[in-house]
């Protein structure tokens, strides 16, 4: 497209050189309020929202009459401003409608027709027509508020269009990306002392500059080109920029190494990251999964302890940081004090127009460097615990989650919510867990009877699975796909039922009440049976299951095999072998290869003078584990997979008596 030149219409008349100054003194006084805001220890927020009606009006009254040059600049100088202040007030929509309007206008002024409404060929118009006029500082503002507009929608690729074209020189051959485009930028950013501006062009470019190469690494780490990322990171900290987006471009450096597989180095970066910034909560986050990953539990505790501590800055103070060593932390004071003092950061002032998390608010963005809420970190911190034999500490952290969970109103029963929180139901069988490892029975009880009064409404009669013919037969239901959200919803509420009465019988169990533990134990198998599959092969994929639906079913196979074992032991210690017997065999059958049935089944034979059958068992307790399902457990089922939990000395001294007598060589 040829050069099109800057024909200046005839002067306007109607309006006199005095009403231009009024405007232009109009504009200054507005900013010169808004500066005195910025400025004050204290800014108030809604001067803001007073500059940007101010500057709306006086932004329709230069509208009012037609555009000319002679008012071009003051014009673009008043729609920079209301742009920047529109920021909150406006959707992004409204305001790029706006800057077409002025853009058009702008155009008309000089006599040039536009044949397009499209915004990147319209540029190209505006930056041919005004591109070696006076009022190249003043389009290259508009040219700011689009790209920060562009730059919000993450559209990356109409930011390198328009950007590309702001380059004189001839276009390369050679495809450029835009990080190269960027730091070639070459924009007038001249400040006219005449016409005040609420923020100098050249830091909203430079804050643009380096929000967009962020932008572009997140593009990149979500197309999984870590490598690319990782450069386009390292790039954006060679910038100057405010202290919290410092340390969110460390983490997601960290982020990048922790894909390319470098936890070391990942650590590092997160590490540097609260350096920067101890309120960076998700540095810590992303530390938290890399010590998980490394396997470093008491690390991931600390992390976890330190996200959900209310007051980061003491544990800052107390050289807390999780596992990184402390001797690494000098002048603790010192970089207290300047943390401190770096909150009050211009950069990082609430009066800011434009911020980093304005800019780098899309949804790749927020995806990426998004928090757990406390209730999630919480839980974690407690499993973690539980699951790291750090007993009193997990039972602390659970009921401080049940005693939140009651505060927000939570209904025990309630649906999910979308995120990786589990169910409410689940969370209190975990603290019923550790409650239980921690020989608190009777409150173990307490929170099992709360999941069991919750359920009891939900529960249906008989859940009838024939996988072949893909339904499930409700009394009085239609036919329902086996894999749908009712089912599973379904075999929930028989699990959760079923595994709250468990735990009861096994407290019972501890609390020595036979008796009570028999009847609870009952309790779960009759919950549990309530699940009934007609095909003995429904394990197998051909039949078309879900790895949900048959991960839910393995479960409740694991409960009912414990339930039945469960009850088989307490027969056993009542001396009646008969039914302990019956028990411990129908429970192998539904789990085979539990040490611990292996076990009991065992002293059964040999009670029962069945010694040649108590030496089979016993060779296979030796060949079998605690966990025969070929699922991961839940918490809340693990009470008594801990090898320390029954005494088997007395039976193993009979057994070894016996090989030797027999001559039989050991397993």
């Given at each position: 497209m040829s050069f099109i030149p800057i024909k200046c219409r005839a002067y306007d008349m109607s309006v006199t050189p005095c009403l231009v100054d009024r405007w232009s003194e109009e504009n200054n006084g507005i900013i010169s309020r808004w500066k005195q805001n910025e400025r004050s220890l204290e800014p108030n927020q809604d001067v803001q929202k007073r500059c940007y009606s101010e500057s709306l009006k006086l932004h329709q009254k230069i509208q009012g009459i037609p555009a000319a040059t002679e008012r071009l600049k003051l014009e673009m100088t008043v729609s920079y401003n209301r742009f920047l202040f529109s920021l909150g007030f406006s959707i992004s929509s409204e305001i790029e409608?706006?800057?077409?309007?002025?853009?058009?206008?702008?155009?008309?002024?000089?006599?040039?027709?536009?044949?397009?409404?499209?915004?990147?060929?319209?540029?190209?118009?505006?930056l041919q027509t005004f591109g070696t006029s006076v009022f190249v500082p003043y389009v290259h503002k508009l040219l700011l508020i689009q790209w920060m507009l562009w730059l919000m929608q993450c559209q990356l690729d109409k930011i390198l269009a328009l950007l590309k074209q702001t380059n004189n020189k001839k276009e390369l051959?050679?495809?450029?990306?835009?990080?190269?485009?960027?730091?070639?930028?070459?924009?007038?950013?001249?400040?006219?002392?005449?016409?005040?501006?609420?923020?100098?062009?050249?830091?909203?470019?430079?804050?643009?500059?380096?929000?967009?190469?962020?932008?572009?690494?997140?593009?990149?780490?979500?197309?999984?080109?870590?490598?690319?990322?990782?450069?386009?990171?390292?790039?954006?900290?060679?910038?100057?920029?405010?202290?919290r987006l410092l340390a969110q471009i460390h983490t997601l450096t960290g982020q990048s190494f922790a894909k390319l597989g470098q936890p070391h180095c990942a650590l590092h970066c997160y590490r540097k990251a609260v350096e920067v910034d101890f309120t960076?909560?998700?540095?810590?986050?992303?530390?938290?999964?890399?010590?998980?990953?490394?396997?470093?539990?008491?690390?991931?505790?600390?992390?976890?302890?330190?996200?959900?501590?209310?007051?980061?800055?003491?544990?800052?103070?107390?050289?807390?940081?999780?596992?990184?060593?402390?001797?690494?932390?000098?002048?603790?004071?010192?970089?207290?004090?300047?943390?401190?003092?770096?909150?009050?950061?211009?950069?990082?002032?609430?009066?800011?127009?434009?911020?980093?998390?304005?800019?780098?608010?899309g949804d790749q963005m927020t995806c990426i460097s998004r928090v757990p809420s406390p209730s999630l970190i919480l839980h974690s911190l407690a499993r973690t615990c539980m699951l790291n034999s750090s007993i009193s500490d997990g039972v602390e952290h659970y009921l401080d989650l049940l005693a939140s969970l009651?505060?927000?109103?939570?209904?025990?029963?309630?649906?999910?919510?979308?995120?990786?929180?589990?169910?409410?139901?689940?969370v209190y069988l975990e603290a019923a867990f550790a409650l239980f490892k921690a020989q608190k029975y009777r409150d173990a009880l307490v929170i099992c009877e709360e999941v069991i009064t919750s359920t009891l409404d939900f529960i249906p009669e008989r859940?009838?699975?024939?996988?072949?013919?893909?339904?499930?037969?409700?009394?009085?239901?239609?036919?329902?796909?086996?894999?749908?959200?009712?089912?599973?919803?379904?075999?929930?509420?028989?699990?959760?039922?079923?595994?709250?009465?468990?735990?009861?019988?096994?407290?019972?169990?501890?609390?020595?009440?036979?008796?009570?533990?028999?009847?609870?134990?009952?309790?779960?198998?009759?919950?549990?049976?309530?699940?009934?599959?007609k095909q003995k092969d429904w394990k197998q994929k051909t039949l078309g299951n879900t790895e949900a639906m048959v991960e839910k079913m393995l479960t409740l196979d694991a409960a009912k095999g414990q339930a039945l074992a469960g009850r088989g032991l307490c027969f056993l210690e009542k001396g009646?072998?008969?039914e302990a017997l019956r028990d411990l065999h129908l429970s192998l059958q539904i789990c085979p290869g539990c040490k611990n049935t292996e076990m009991w089944l065992t002293e059964v034979f040999w009670r029962l003078d069945r010694k040649d059958e108590a030496l089979v068992h016993w060779r296979e307790a030796h060949n079998a584990t605690n966990t025969p399902t070929s699922i991961k457990l839940p918490l809340y089922l693990q009470a008594w997979q801990d090898d320390t939990v029954f005494d088997f000395s007395d039976l193993k001294k009979k057994m070894e008596d016996f090989i030797q007598t027999r001559n039989v060589k050991k397993p």
């Open positions: 409608e706006s800057l077409t309007h002025i853009l058009l206008r702008a155009l008309d002024a000089v006599g040039s027709q536009v044949p397009t409404s499209d915004p990147v060929m319209l540029w190209q118009v505006v051959s050679a495809p450029v990306n835009l990080q190269t485009v960027i730091r070639n930028l070459a924009l007038t950013m001249e400040e006219d002392s005449s016409l005040m501006v609420a923020m100098a062009a050249k830091d909203l470019k430079d804050l643009l500059h380096i929000c967009t190469v962020i932008a572009q690494g997140v593009e990149q780490m979500n197309e999984e080109k870590y490598s690319e990322a990782l450069e386009a990171f390292q790039e954006a900290k060679g910038h100057p920029s405010p202290r960076c909560h998700s540095a810590l986050y992303q530390s938290v999964l890399v010590f998980r990953q490394l396997a470093n539990p008491k690390a991931e505790m600390e992390a976890l302890c330190l996200l959900y501590s209310v007051d980061a800055a003491h544990w800052w103070w107390l050289g807390r940081f999780p596992c990184y060593d402390v001797k690494h932390f000098e002048c603790l004071e010192k970089r207290y004090l300047n943390a401190i003092q770096l909150q009050s950061d211009k950069s990082s002032s609430s009066a800011s127009l434009v911020s980093p998390a304005m800019l780098l608010a009651q505060s927000e109103g939570k209904e025990l029963i309630s649906t999910g919510d979308g995120t990786s929180f589990p169910r409410i139901p689940v859940l009838l699975l024939d996988l072949p013919m893909a339904g499930l037969h409700l009394a009085g239901s239609t036919t329902v796909s086996p894999d749908s959200d009712i089912v599973l919803e379904n075999v929930d509420f028989v699990l959760w039922a079923g595994a709250a009465h468990l735990l009861q019988a096994q407290a019972h169990w501890k609390l020595k009440d036979n008796k009570e533990a028999i009847t609870n134990f009952t309790r779960a198998v009759n919950q549990l049976v309530k699940v009934f599959i009646q072998l008969k």
